[in-house]
């Protein structure tokens, strides 16, 4: 049964850093696109950034690019997000899925997320 843990979320002030982790389990970690989602208070969860099996192409939602980077270790089944600059916006709940930006919204194995709070 596919499992996702996600863990390093905490309450940061605008400007600061956050690295995000995913452990996998329960399937071919090392052969799926990964992605990265978050949901914010009262809204519908969104599209953050998406990863290849191999690592080697990555693409953001426009509201992150340059400022995250998503990367992954298959060795270890985990998947990351570098989180820089942080804005009160970036505020939410995070998940990670082996989905990409079309194609999450039929997902149904999400984990519990980690809370990222930034404050202004």
């Known amino acids: 049964q596919a499992q996702l843990v996600e863990s390093g979320g905490r309450l940061v002030q605008a400007g600061g850093s956050l690295k995000l982790s995913c452990v996998a389990s329960?399937?071919?970690?090392?052969?799926?696109?990964m992605g990265w989602f978050r949901q914010a208070p009262g809204k519908e969860r969104e599209f953050v950034a998406a990863i290849n099996w191999g690592g080697g192409s990555s693409y953001y939602s426009d509201s992150v690019k340059g400022r995250f980077t998503i990367s992954r270790d298959n060795a270890k089944n985990t998947l990351y997000l570098q989180m820089n600059s942080l804005k009160f916006e970036d505020t939410g709940v995070y998940y990670c899925?082996?989905?990409?930006?079309?194609?999450?919204?039929?997902?149904?194995?999400w984990g519990q997320g980690t809370q990222v709070t930034v404050s202004s």
């Open positions: 329960g399937w071919n970690f090392g052969h799926s696109i």
């Open positions: 899925a082996p989905r990409s930006r079309v194609d999450y919204r039929d997902f149904r194995s």
